[in-house]
Nanobody, 123 residues
Framework: VQLQASGGGLVQAGDSLRLSCTGSGGITGSYAVGWFRQAPGKDREFVASISASIGFTYYANSVKGRFTISRDSAKNTVYLQMNSLKPEDTAVYYC?????????????????WGQGTLVTVSS
């Protein structure tokens, strides 16, 4: 099982980016998928997640209303649309999949991880 995260880059505050997480073997359709981020010197933190099947979504308070997670099962891809980016959103963003249909905010409850993609937001 492999996950590939992409779409990061350098943007200005207020800009948008869309991250993609592509999985092998239909994983993004059968498993819950989450996005996490890790800023320098900080712990990895939950950003957003989407459940399998019905696609229930859940967001960290810090991104609610600005970020949207979605799934395209035909492409085995989960997206994280990030709008109104702020400098405090700067981090390496990771996607992860959980061998359960339900989501979790706990980093330890995810079984597979992508390699991370860097998002830098300048002020």
């Amino acid at each position: 099982v492999q996950l590939q995260a992409s779409g990061g880059g350098l943007v200005q505050a207020g800009d948008s980016l869309r991250l993609s997480c592509t999985g092998s073997g239909g994983i993004t359709g059968s498993y819950a998928v989450g996005w996490f981020r890790q800023a320098p010197g900080k712990d990895r933190e939950f950003v957003a997640s989407i459940s399998a099947s019905i696609g229930f979504t859940y967001y960290a308070n810090s991104v609610k209303g600005r970020f949207t997670i979605s799934r395209d099962s035909a492409k085995n891809t989960v997206y994280l649309q990030m709008n109104s980016l702020k400098p405090e959103d700067t981090a390496v963003y990771y996607c992860a999949a959980r061998r359960m249909p339900t989501t979790s905010v706990n980093v330890n409850e995810y079984d597979y991880w992508g390699q991370g993609t860097l998002v830098t937001v300048s002020s």
